[in-house]
């Protein structure tokens, strides 16, 4: 498993990236706001998650957790999770919400995935790094720090998006410009990550494809779904070998 420098470890940020998501912080839990996607997807990614593995009792960390979404969900379902993002704002709306809301087993701290690979090696028995790889200068980067962070034979889950003229047709033309799904400039078509570029990310890391899928939408009927073909969305199962 690759070592991670000292320069991935402080440079691995946008700081575009983090100003975007700050100035929509206040919005994260309206679930008719712009997050509305990520409010309507997040059972599917728990359900993907939980078809791999039960996540009862188990230490989770959420990389790139935003204001919580996913963090939360993963909580309730007895996880002891840890969220990490660098955007204050959105983790200042976290910690809100999960003190409104009395959650038990969730802490957020504002550290970048490669520093706490450092301080926490082979500590969790899952990672989750969802929709967060399209919005850093190096994701390679983050997925060996993903693969550090998890124990042997622990498991990792990542989405992202594909790389080709239909996911820019549809991620950043329809998404954000024609059905304002999305504000835009949410996405940069060059950071989108082929599945076979992502692949050889976590091959690289030490880490072994278990399961992949294509998510789905039809902006009509505004139903998500998992299935076949990853033209667009996709997740992948990764998990590290037993020592």
Known sequence: MPNMTDNQITSNV?????????????RWWDKESEFKPLHAINPL?????KSHTSIEGRLIVDIGCGGGILSESLAHNGAQVTGIDLAQKSLKVAKLHALEGAVKGLEYLEVSAESLAQERPG???????????EHVPDPSSV????AELVKPGGWVFCSTINRNLQSFLMAIVGAEYLLNLLPRGTHEYAKFIRPSELIAFAEVAGLNVVGMTGMHHNPLTQRYWLGEGTNVNYFLALQRPAD
Do not use: G, N
Request: proline share 3%; hydrophobic share 45%; net charge negative.
């Open 14 to 26: 946008d700081p575009s990236e983090i100003e975007k998501f700050s100035q929509l912080a206040h």
């Open 45 to 49: 990614r728990l359900d993907w998650i």
């Open 123 to 133: 500590f969790y028995d899952v990672v989750t790094c969802m929709e967060m790889l």
């Open 143 to 146: 997925v060996c720090a993903c």
